[in-house]
């Protein structure tokens, strides 16, 4: 029964994951686009831990820890180039 659980929720945000990158892609404004991107990594994220959980490989969960770091310094990142137009020092 939880194995099923963990099916059916992969694939939702397998779903979501996909409705993302459309928007990542045809976004209006640059700052939707970099959310988008966001919500991917994210869900991303939340894919390889459920399946470390199904396929009992932890590892997978300590892979997941640099990548949100990466896409924390790309919010910050991308938050300074938005607010002053340059990335600069």
């Given at each position: 029964m939880i194995w099923e659980l963990i099916?059916?929720?992969a694939l939702l945000?397998?779903?979501?994951?996909?409705?993302?990158?459309?928007?990542a892609f045809k976004g209006p404004t640059l700052g939707d686009q970099?959310?988008?991107i966001d919500a991917i990594t994210?869900?991303?994220i939340v894919l390889m831990v459920l399946f470390s959980i199904y396929f009992k490989?932890?590892?997978?969960?300590?892979?997941?820890?640099p990548l949100a770091l990466w896409v924390y310094a790309l919010?910050?990142?991308m938050?300074?180039?938005?607010?002053?137009?340059?990335?600069?020092?």
């Open positions: 099916l059916i929720i945000y397998l779903a979501s994951i996909v409705l993302f990158t459309i928007i970099v959310l988008a994210y869900a991303t490989e932890p590892i997978l969960t300590v892979v997941v820890i919010d910050i990142y938050a300074k180039y938005l607010e002053k137009g340059d990335l600069g020092a």
